[in-house]
């Protein structure tokens, strides 16, 4: 398969827990982004890397949340101290930097925090 | 065929029918748009994009329609079969990356046998 892929694709945990997902984009693709979606919603941006470089943060849901690139191939996203508030699916998505900039997603990660 | 002015949660159509799914977009800068098909507990998948400098564009049984001066979006299915129950996205970008993809609200469509 050369999708992208998301690792786990559920995860449950506890409240203050801290959780981290895998994503693995198409091979040549070299832009990586992250985006949550909650129930009966589109989703929403979280944060983008062209490469190893996170060129945008500023949409990151609050300080809990953090993402790596670190070679510029497969990113994590953690989420420090996890609240009810943080259940939701999140998706991961790659593109290759043309003009159209198509993004393609992955399955996403179902969290639950009991 | 069944269609729309406005956005609607749920659009129900018979098996076979055209249908046709409508998108409200909010930045007029953008200039870039993809319609993304979603089933449940799955991610979103690519159906058919247009850039700004074109009003239409076609694909295989879909149809995309743009209207900058109203900023509305279309999306036109023929024939719709069992397997195009989903919900629809409609999303927008200024392109470059750096802002993401800015999803509208999305429409749910029910295939009837």
């Known amino acids: 398969d050369t999708g992208v892929s998301q690792d786990p694709r559920h995860k449950i945990t506890k409240r203050g827990q801290n959780v981290t997902f895998r994503c693995d984009p198409i091979?040549?693709?070299?832009?990586l982004y992250w985006y949550r979606q909650t129930l009966g919603q589109g989703p929403e941006f979280l944060t983008y890397?062209?490469?190893?470089?996170?060129?945008?943060k500023s949409r990151l849901l609050s300080d809990r949340f953090s993402a790596e690139r670190p070679k510029g191939s497969f990113s994590t996203l953690e989420i420090q101290r996890t609240e009810q508030g943080d259940s939701a699916m999140y998706l991961c998505?790659?593109?290759?930097?043309?003009?159209?900039?198509?993004?393609?997603f992955g399955p996403g990660t179902r969290l639950t925090v009991l | 065929g069944e269609s729309v002015g406005l956005h609607l949660p749920t659009l129900s159509v018979q098996e076979g029918d055209n249908s046709i799914i409508n998108c409200a977009y909010s930045?007029?800068?953008?200039?870039?748009f993809i319609w993304y098909k979603q089933e449940s507990g799955k991610g979103p998948q690519f159906i058919i994009d247009?850039?700004?400098?074109?009003d239409k564009r076609q694909g295989q049984r879909v149809t995309v329609l743009l209207n900058k001066t109203v900023k509305h979006l279309s999306l036109q299915i023929a024939a719709t079969q069992p397997g195009d129950s989903a919900v629809y996205f409609c999303?927008?970008?200024?392109?470059?990356?750096?802002?993401?993809?800015?999803f509208g609200k999305g429409t749910h469509l029910i295939i009837q046998p």
């Open positions: 247009i850039r700004s400098n074109m």
């Open positions: 890397f062209q490469n190893e470089a996170q060129l945008e």
């Open positions: 091979s040549e693709h070299n832009r």
């Open positions: 998505a790659s593109s290759l930097a043309t003009s159209t900039d198509t993004q393609y």
């Open positions: 999303a927008e970008t200024m392109g470059g990356g750096a802002d993401g993809l800015t």
């Open positions: 930045n007029s800068a953008s200039d870039y």
